[in-house]
């Protein structure tokens, strides 16, 4: 039997089962998923009325609860919470025609985690489309809520990574844009450290690392070795982006940003687009990665180039949501002022 298994012939038949099976068990969870979530939605519409129409109070939401444990002793997310649940999630969602079916794609702890942690329409969307792209577990979904994705999302200035050359749409966020700030407090690192201890912090929390940045980034390597003449170059951290087909050289810095560090970074760009770029690839693209910025001075470093360099700031605590909150709604007020005049 182990060599049948073995043949090419045969390992190929094989494995198109196994490519069955589990496009099968994905559609069926799916289908299961999709039928829940019509349940919650009915049970939500129902008492969403009853209580509107004022035939229910609190006290017969109490007693349908009882009722159901009677009848349905083993079913769970029918207590009160989960039942005023399903009323939020009909509530949110039955006017808007695009979030609607978008949220019944997305399991029901990712939905409730969105309904308590994101505040408005235009987030909650952001955060289903996120999780169901990238396929978040809950936890994953509750860290990128708890780092102030959408906020830091939303303040980057819409730039869009200078290697994409196909069209992209919003949908494929968040892969579309080189955040201004990072948020990499899932290192632990102390109050003092080098350029290496953060290369093998990221290193050795790369899957976190790897949520923060996007899922499209696959590791290439780290202190990536590039040969020009007779000198060996180091990239601190090498990533290859799936969704624009492009690969992304991470330069570390455990200071502030310095003009130098682009002429730098464009060095090491064109020995990768050289030497390993393949034909089918986009330009690579570099971030450099610093511990603060002067927008002015990156400004200036960026102004006479075309380099696809890209600055960015991290924090090594979570960062304040409301203060991120606060400074969204400022701009979005501005461009509301400047909308009107």
Do not use: H
Not at 115 to 122: H, N, V
Not at 198 to 203: Q, S, V, W
Not at 266 to 280: H, I, V
């Amino acid at each position: 039997m182990a060599d049948i298994i073995k043949k090419d012939e045969y390992y190929d038949d094989f494995s198109k089962i196994i490519e069955m099976i589990e496009t099968r068990r994905s559609n069926a969870y799916r289908k299961v998923n999709e039928e829940l979530m019509s349940l919650y939605w009915d049970v939500g519409c129902f008492v969403s009325e009853q209580i509107q129409n004022n035939k229910w109070g609190s006290k017969v939401v109490d007693n349908l609860v009882l009722f159901l444990k009677e009848k349905y002793p083993t079913l769970k997310g029918f207590d009160r919470s989960g039942i005023y649940r399903m009323k939020q999630f009909y509530e949110l969602y039955k006017d808007d025609e695009i979030v609607a079916p978008l949220a019944r794609q997305l399991n029901w702890s990712n939905n409730v985690l969105i309904m308590s942690g994101a505040k408005t329409r235009e987030e909650r969307e952001f955060y289903i489309r996120m999780a169901l792209k990238n396929n978040y577990t809950k936890t994953e979904l509750n860290r990128q809520l708890s780092s102030a994705y959408y906020e830091r999302y939303m303040l980057s200035g819409g730039k869009a990574l200078p290697s994409l050359k196909k069209a992209v749409d919003e949908d494929d966020y968040p892969n579309t844009k080189i955040l201004d700030l990072y948020s990499l407090e899932f290192l632990d690192l102390p109050s003092e450290f080098s350029e290496v201890d953060l290369r093998k912090a990221i290193i050795k929390n790369l899957k976190n690392f790897i949520l923060e940045i996007g899922k499209s980034f696959t590791f290439v390597g780290e202190e990536y070795r590039v040969q020009v003449g007779t000198e060996d170059f180091f990239i601190d951290l090498l990533f290859y982006n799936r969704d624009l087909s492009c690969l992304v050289a991470f330069e570390l810095k455990v200071d502030k940003f310095k003009p130098e560090y682009v002429s730098k970074m464009d060095f090491y760009l064109e020995a990768l687009d050289r030497q390993e770029r393949k034909q089918n690839e986009n330009p690579s693209v570099g971030i450099i990665l610093c511990a603060n910025k002067d927008e002015e001075i990156v400004e200036y470093a960026m102004s006479r180039t075309m380099s696809p360099t890209m600055v960015a700031e991290y924090k090594l605590k979570l960062i304040d949501k409301e203060l991120l909150e606060n400074k969204l709604k400022e701009i979005s007020m501005i461009v509301e002022e400047n909308n009107k005049n």
